[in-house]
């Protein structure tokens, strides 16, 4: 039995590793939980989960703290409910404030099953230097990289790897028609089913970018192609020298991620599990994604030779214009256009420890407010 502690329970991705959880109580304990403002669940997860210890919550959970009296209720520090009887933590948090759990795994020499992109965006360098004297493994629960994992070869380095995205809804938009783009519409993906962040990014292809910065710092290729692929059937390629691709196909779902690496390296099937049917006709549509129209893409590989308070900047502008989307305080061309702005005035300057990075984000956000707001 190995121990659990799942950070971001209430999120999309966290009631998906909650459901699969459910299905292998013989093989993992879990522990401890988190949530963010939503506290509607956690009832439900504690009576499902009596292994649980401890439940981080932002909001005084005084109504269960009765209730259920041995189990600690926490509201101050996040990494509170962290204990020395952790063996795997899942960084389902979402954004920047993820980062500190990425961190405390790689110093606590836990396994890591991260989904938290925005850590290796901000501190990948940061994190490859901890990982030498860490004995902690990091899977990634993203299904781009997750793909890459399967199709890498322990002998033979790869030429480039591809990653597919579906373009979201507006793929077939050009940048003037994205003006006239609704909250409501930017909230509808075609393939996947996400929380409002991610599903945003998807549409802007900020989530796309992000990962390619995540692919750099998780494989060490800088040769990354994007391509538009609207059936998200391939997740992703690795190319090598003889010429030859290798690419991991499945139905989009995420709980077939999750899976894949609680149960790493075996592979174990779960409950509703999705299968291609090939009884119907399947089209793999695959196009080299226009940097002209996606230009967060653009910007994410620039990153790749600049220092990282440039990709610090991207993330920290991005997160803050759309906060500011979904209030309805800016448009949705707005976001792609501040972001822009506020990467191509920042620093070129490296920050070496998570405090330089964490005050580093601190001043982005608010010239990325100021300039929103006057």
Same mark, same amino acid.
């Given at each position: 039995? +190995?121990?659990?502690?799942?950070?971001?329970?209430?999120?999309? =991705?966290?009631?998906?590793?909650?459901?699969?959880?459910?299905?292998?109580?013989?093989?993992?304990?879990?522990?401890?939980?988190?949530?963010?403002?939503?506290?509607?669940?956690?009832?439900?997860?504690?009576?499902?989960?009596?292994?649980?210890? +401890?439940?981080?919550? $932002?909001?005084?959970?005084?109504?269960?703290?009765?209730? *259920?009296?041995?189990?600690?209720?926490?509201?101050? %520090?996040?990494?509170?409910?962290?204990?020395?009887?952790?063996?795997?933590?899942?960084?389902?948090?979402?954004?920047?404030?993820?980062?500190?759990?990425?961190?405390? #795994?790689?110093?606590?020499?836990?396994?890591?099953?991260?989904?938290?992109?925005?850590?290796?965006?901000?501190?990948?360098?940061?994190?490859?230097?901890?990982?030498?004297?860490?004995?902690?493994?990091?899977?990634?629960?993203?299904?781009?990289?997750?793909?890459?994992?399967? &199709?890498?070869? $322990?002998?033979?380095?790869?030429?480039?790897?591809? =990653?597919?995205?579906?373009?979201?809804?507006?793929?077939?938009?050009?940048?003037? /028609?994205? +003006?006239?783009?609704?909250?409501?519409?930017?909230?509808?993906?075609?393939?996947?089913?996400?929380?409002?962040?991610?599903?945003?990014?998807?549409?802007?292809?900020?989530?796309? #970018?992000?990962?390619?910065?995540?692919?750099?710092?998780?494989?060490?290729?800088?040769?990354?192609?994007?391509?538009?692929?609207?059936?998200?059937?391939?997740?992703?390629?690795?190319? *090598?020298?003889?010429?030859?691709?290798?690419?991991?196909?499945? !139905?989009?779902?995420? $709980?077939?991620?999750?899976?894949?690496?609680?149960?790493?390296?075996?592979?174990?099937?779960?409950?509703?599990?999705?299968?291609? %049917?090939?009884?119907?006709?399947?089209?793999?549509?695959?196009? /080299?994604?226009?940097?002209?129209?996606?230009?967060?893409?653009?910007?994410?590989?620039?990153?790749?030779?600049?220092?990282?308070?440039?990709?610090?900047?991207?993330?920290?502008?991005?997160?803050? &214009?759309?906060? *500011?989307?979904?209030?309805?305080?800016?448009?949705?061309?707005?976001?792609?256009?501040?972001?822009? $702005?506020?990467?191509? /005035?920042?620093?070129?300057?490296?920050?070496?420890?998570?405090?330089? =990075?964490?005050?580093?984000?601190? !001043? =982005?956000?608010?010239?990325?407010?100021?300039?929103?707001?006057?």
């Amino acid at each position: 039995m +190995k121990n659990i502690v799942l950070f971001g329970a209430s999120g999309s =991705i966290g009631q998906q590793c909650i459901e699969l959880l459910q299905e292998s109580k013989d093989k993992f304990n879990l522990t401890a939980l988190s949530v963010g403002e939503n506290d509607s669940k956690i009832e439900s997860f504690l009576l499902s989960f009596p292994t649980i210890k +401890k439940v981080y919550s $932002k909001k005084e959970l005084n109504y269960l703290k009765l209730k *259920y009296p041995n189990v600690e209720f926490l509201s101050d %520090d996040i990494l509170n409910i962290l204990s020395k009887d952790d063996q795997i933590i899942i960084n389902a948090l979402s954004g920047f404030y993820g980062l500190q759990v990425t961190l405390k #795994a790689i110093e606590s020499n836990l396994v890591l099953l991260n989904a938290n992109k925005e850590s290796f965006v901000t501190a990948g360098n940061l994190i490859n230097e901890m990982l030498k004297k860490s004995k902690t493994k990091i899977y990634p629960l993203d299904s781009e990289h997750c793909a890459i994992f399967q &199709c890498l070869e $322990k002998e033979n380095i790869p030429k480039a790897l591809f =990653i597919t995205a579906s373009g979201g809804s507006f793929r077939n938009l050009t940048l003037e /028609e994205t +003006k006239k783009v609704t909250l409501d519409q930017a909230l509808k993906h075609p393939n996947w089913n996400m929380g409002q962040k991610i599903t945003v990014d998807s549409s802007t292809m900020f989530n796309k #970018a992000f990962e390619i910065l995540e692919a750099y710092h998780l494989f060490g290729i800088k040769n990354i192609i994007t391509l538009l692929h609207p059936q998200s059937i391939i997740h992703s390629m690795v190319g *090598y020298n003889d010429g030859s691709i290798k690419a991991q196909l499945s !139905i989009p779902d995420m $709980k077939q991620v999750i899976n894949y690496f609680l149960h790493y390296p075996k592979k174990n099937s779960y409950y509703k599990q999705k299968e291609i %049917d090939f009884n119907d006709l399947i089209r793999l549509d695959l196009k /080299e994604i226009d940097q002209k129209r996606f230009k967060p893409i653009a910007f994410a590989l620039q990153c790749l030779e600049l220092k990282n308070s440039k990709a610090i900047a991207l993330n920290a502008a991005n997160e803050v &214009c759309v906060d *500011y989307f979904l209030k309805k305080k800016i448009n949705f061309f707005q976001i792609t256009d501040i972001v822009e $702005k506020i990467f191509q /005035e920042c620093e070129n300057i490296e920050l070496i420890d998570y405090e330089q =990075i964490v005050n580093y984000d601190k !001043i =982005i956000r608010q010239l990325t407010i100021k300039r929103i707001e006057g």
